[in-house]
């Protein structure tokens, strides 16, 4: 009856990283580059952390945009890799439309740099095919807030969910009980607030036991 | 036939107060934090002003995320309190979804901490059983403007409204008629600029008295 | 076939002040005070240089929310001018209603203080009963940025149009020909950049000639 | 089934360039000089390396708004360029509509000054006629970032979307192999970081090709 | 032999609070109200807990400027109370200058409203006579920041050590053994963050031993 | 034996107001036009006020920097007017040092556009002969914050004192017994906030007068 | 003759990390925590590569303020560690003092949290002692950037030295040469852009060797 | 007697550009990078425009840090061009010291990346040595305004100058008349608000010339 609630859902989502590219880097201003850094390493960790299926992609590794963020390589050693050879978006390659479609999954968090081009295309193009689009905002980043926004309004338009990756962990493990440890350790690696809270709370519990 | 108002109204409003810990406190950085805590207190002392039934719910106490705030506990002795053992979404708590159920209201007024988890979570699922929700944006905190952003832009595409505890507040009162002390006491206690506003008021109107 | 322009018509427009009054201006923190003055003052300004249908309303001049702003008062002495026992929705006070309609306008230009509550409880109202509604935002202030946001969500998804008045003075205005002067002198009046332009402008004409 | 993705198409679309003059420039304080300047030299040089009809116009030059911008009418010494008797909404004007129909484009890209009035009047007289309507939001500029979040929520609820001139020039060239080079020269000339990035991979390339 | 370390003394410090009445804390916009709220009481409840001499004055109560804030008369209620009949730097009351010559003490500790004129013109007059003077920047409000750092860049150029209630408190306290609960209190009463951590605390060590 | 408190003297300061010119207005970007326009007239009216000498001048009025600001050539009808046949520096024109040694003045109150050219040299040049020099801060403006620090931190290195107008009105006026109506009213006239207040307090006077 | 070059010698420095628990880093919000986590590992790392003899001290582990952060205790296993009884200025700890002077330099390099009280007391007292002081102010947090600012002042007008933990290294290495990896290192490792930087240079002079 | 005016003299001054990079420019995030180039080519194109001497140092041009900005390297084809080996401050190259030594100078204006190494290092190593230090802060960039306040603190609180280009520009010149043409040019080219205002005044004389 009401609006449906377009849930993630684990065993249904795939995750896209599009052109986190050590040159592109530098052209993100809308986010402080260590808090940048520590949010795209936080949705690929979730990604590995719930086993979804993830796909990388660059944009002319060979030409000042620069390769891939070595961080990411190493952390998806068999995930399809589609290096393309011109396409801006990313929806125009056709292999990497099949490594998209042969996940199976009609759930897609993107999340790539810039927001207006890298992120956004792939993103309408997959919302027109019917796929429901997570767009993770905070590991994908511009060159100024201004564009940022105007970006934002265009996909979130268009249908797609504005998500964070902190967001997108929590909505994917739904219960602390599935794994606390694990999910412990996502956030203590990724939100310096969150590992001050955990470092103080088991000092405080072990200083207790010692006694 | 134009675009019906979907007002707050006190006898058909319940409060959802969700996740508002010591712990999960110190993440939340897009309000200052002299203005969350008055933010936090005023949409509770609101609840208590207008008898609205108010259901408390918590994460993992006994962990990192730390207690509820004492004060909140304190204001509402009486009110179902879930210490929800795992669950993110507090809505995937049968407990808590009785508890809402059981008010009988079909307006539900959310606060919490994180905004774009422990309230766009509750606000989304809610929307989806055809509640009508207003999020109480200046008493619900996250890591950064961008979150916030991206969250509200989610809840809003999904029918919720963005409100304010100010304005709930007024919607609910409707006529300051109604209780000219009540509001005004409500509005001195967390509105600096409105307790000045009352004691210069005060002041004058004693002074010409004492003439 | 494609979307309608609802474009404001000076045939057709009502122009709605509510609550500038000079205590609730000292809650006004989202704007600068002397461009929220100035603000307030173009868009009365807009008003009577229209010869707009214009309606006056305060909520307890006698109380710490002080009396209307003095300028207003003067600007339209012959207004009606509703000073709201008690109701805080200006929509609910009958009196204000029957001025709104005996106007006979569809387009309500609203502008107020403070934003969620003053501006947006009568805009909301307005909507309902199929009026065209005008947002002046720059001449509508609150709290702070947050607060307004969240208002100009809940306004615009209910179909509000945000405007600023320099938007409504040109739409109304339609061509510089019908009076270049007056709008010319509205402006200059209100935008110190465009006064500056115009200041130049005379000068060298003036200086030209002189030679 | 999905969302249909609007995309901009270098065979269907024109661009409008609205009074972008000297005295209205002194009017813009939502985006830095610099930075606007080169945004607004950017969106003109890539109507021209696209191919794009171009259509000039200006309110007034003759009097305080000052002369267009002179790199302007450098660059489009054949455009369409209409200098408006008074219109201030361009679409008002019947040489300007029929300039743009001239071109036999539904795609229009819009940019100017200033964002509320000379870019949302014709966005928002297009939409109805059923054009495509894409705002370049970077090369438009207002008085200040209030001003301009009222003039984008108006133009996107209106169906238009929010682009930059860098989306568009990505947009229109689909692929780095239509021309690695003019692109290349476009982003160099109007981003200092992609400039940096192209020196330094030069640099490289050249050094050890000297070895 | 090195630059001698001016440091605040609990036995030779005196506390003066200048100016914080209702009217005129409606001027100060450099500091949010919420938090200028706090910091105000906090200086004053640090004043009380240090047993400081503590002198209050203010201008004009009777007009515009309003009564002094009711909750520092409440704290302070043996306290010299100078309501000055006219002079705008209160080092020109000659009662004032007694009052404060009477503390004996040669360290004054300085807030007011507004920072370039009722903090910094006894600032400076002091400085003059020899006087060591800490200004609590936190607990002095005023226009807007251009107008606080000139008015910092004036009293610090003269001599006046820039400090604020925390650094104020810490330094008269130097040891906590002195009293942990009562600095405990202090901060937990007007530090938010600091009532978190102390909350979070006390809730596991409970917790720990109801075990 | 302490600092001396070099303190603003009625009987002993001149007003320099150095290039407040229409064209060169355009280029003040630290300060928002509403309050730089305000400040501007502000410090004039106060210099009036005080009957302060003043001293007005201009650089290339004939040129793109444009004539004076209107406002301030009727204000001081029989000022000195020292239009700058070429002099950068205000100081290098011997007619305008003449000027300000014919007034008798030790303290000098300079204000002008753009900070760290206009207002920076003769400040820098006057204590080089043993004036004491006074910037009026907020009615001096330029470029981006950026360059007016460095333009302060120069100033104040030198021996200036960094001041606002309002600060500047006080310590002129020492005690408002001179001129309540006076002060008042140049108060009222230049900060919103202290009108408000002031309308709010005769108000809340006049009604109770008139039961 | 002219003013000396106090400069930091890695010979002669040493260096104090006051304060950086657990708990009191929730404090801080004068920086974002991904930067500022950054920023103080990133000290430590320096203090480790360039062999500085580095004090850790803490104030109340056991309380609410929590342990040390303990990626620091894991740095210095064998670095004095003084966890002071109650004592606020660490240099009023006399095993404190005596570990600094132990260290037989004059050089100190000091950090903590917060800026005001944990970095200014030791630093005010360090400088009475004639030592030289370099306040590295990015790994220096507090509550709020007006705080940090009025610290700042206090620290430099006593003779401290602003840096940061950048230009430490920089200072303290001298000459790239000395060791080009170690210090690329520290960069890559805590510069996320100078990461960028390195992994585009390896990156394309590995694919010009593979050729 | 008073403080005596250092002031920019054309005849006795230098310019040193320090490592503008185009590697080192992605790590400037303090200052827009459209605003940065314009600052850089500024500076370069006075030092030229004036017939500075100017020397260009670099640090590590074939590691990641990048080449020289081509344009400077253009513009100045036969000033020394000093790429150290590996000293950090340039001042430790002892080519780079001789080189500012044979110019004969006494004041030396001083530009670089990043302003806490490259530039305050040489410019406390020059003023040690009783070199007169100008520092164009605007052509100066770094990671963030915090790291630049603190470098700006070191290097004014040893009696370096802080200046803008536009400053510097304006202090050399001294008198407009001394070349109209030279002086404008250089403004319209750096200055966007200043092109307007020449272009706008040559429009209007040009029109009323062809009258």
């Known amino acids: 009856m009401g609006k449906p609630y377009v849930r993630l859902d684990k065993d ?3 995750v896209l990283l599009v052109d986190h590219q050590t040159g592109l880097l530098s052209l993100v201003r809308d986010i402080d580059p260590d808090k940048f850094k520590t949010n795209v390493l936080a949705v690929a960790a979730a990604a590995k952390y719930f086993n979804l299926p993830t796909i990388l992609t660059t944009s002319f590794e060979n030409g000042p945009n620069g390769p891939l963020v070595p961080e990411l390589k190493e952390m998806f050693p068999d995930a399809p890799f589609i290096a393309r050879p011109g396409q801006i978006n990313a929806w125009d390659n056709e292999e990497f439309v099949k490594a998209v479609k042969a996940t199976g999954k009609k759930q897609l968090i993107i999340a790539g740099v810039v927001t207006e081009v890298c992120v956004a295309f792939p993103a309408l193009a997959a919302l027109e095919e019917d796929f429901e689009v997570f767009v993770i905002t905070d590991a994908s980043g511009t060159f100024n807030p ?3 926004d105007a970006a934002w309004d ?3 338009s268009a249908g797609a969910q504005l998500m964070t990756w902190f967001g997108m962990a929590c909505e994917l493990h739904r219960d602390w009980r599935n794994d606390v440890e694990g999910l412990g350790a996502l956030f203590s690696n990724h939100i310096p607030d969150y590992r001050n809270l955990m470092n103080s709370y088991s000092f ?3 200083e207790d036991k010692s006694v």
Chains 1, 2, 3, 4, 5, 6, 7, 8 share one sequence.
Do not use: P, V
């Open 146 to 148: 201004l564009t940022r």
């Open 204 to 206: 405080f519990n072990t």
């Open 154 to 156: 265009r996909m979130s």
């Open 12 to 14: 249904n989502a795939a």
